[in-house]
């Protein structure tokens, strides 16, 4: 079996609209919040705790303002000047890690890094950089996010939507259900997820 040439990281921001108001607004952590598309039509982006309320992504606003309401939630009308700007600086952090950074969608980015020589030594390098990306990205712009690392984009993709739903799986189990740090590795990737926000 032949050995890539390299190692595929793929970056998701966590509730990116949502993690933007708070990087601004640091009263917002721990808080309810939503973030309304154009004309405040419907519900865009959300915290753990409005998801967990049960209020679905796209959902009409005048179907869940009753609900946000009663629950405190913080309701934010979009801001794309200020998440063009953060979404940028979350790329330049990126590009400090990895030169070979790219964009795969507004709040997704992928960059590579390369593979150490054995499998144990290169999950051992890929859970590294997946750490490091977390930790600067988090150090540099505020933004919380999940870092799926494998050889080609598509097993990363898998990952982090494994990552997502492990993460889902350990709120609803509750403190104990959350150890190990939100991370899972295997021979074809890693996942590396965020629990705070």
Excluded at 13 to 30: H, T
Excluded at 98 to 113: E, I, L
Excluded at 170 to 193: L, N, T
Aim: charged letters at 30%; aromatic letters at 6%; a positive charge.
């Amino acid at each position: 079996m032949s050995v890539p040439r390299r190692l595929v990281a793929l970056v998701d921001c966590s509730a990116f609209y949502v993690s933007c108001e708070r990087v601004f607004n640091p009263s917002l952590e721990g808080v309810s919040v939503a973030v309304l598309s154009n004309n405040d039509g419907c519900v865009i982006a959300r915290s753990q705790e409005v998801k967990d309320a049960g209020v679905r992504m796209g959902e009409p606003f005048f179907n869940c303002r009753r609900e946000l309401r009663e629950m405190g939630a913080r309701v934010y009308s979009s801001n794309y000047t200020l998440y063009g700007g953060m979404s940028r600086r979350v790329m330049d952090t990126l590009l400090s890690v990895s030169p070979q950074s790219s964009r795969t969608r507004s709040t997704r980015r992928s960059s590579t890094s390369p593979p150490a020589a054995g499998p144990a030594t290169r999950r051992e390098h890929a859970e590294a950089t997946a750490r490091e990306i977390r930790r600067r990205v988090l150090r540099w712009t505020g933004i919380p996010v999940r870092v799926s690392v494998a050889e080609t984009k598509t097993l990363a993709k898998a990952a982090s939507k494994y990552a997502r739903t492990l993460l889902k799986a350990r709120r609803r189990e509750g403190p104990r259900g959350r150890r190990g740090g939100g991370r899972k590795s295997g021979s074809r990737g890693c996942a590396c997820g965020d629990r705070g926000r």
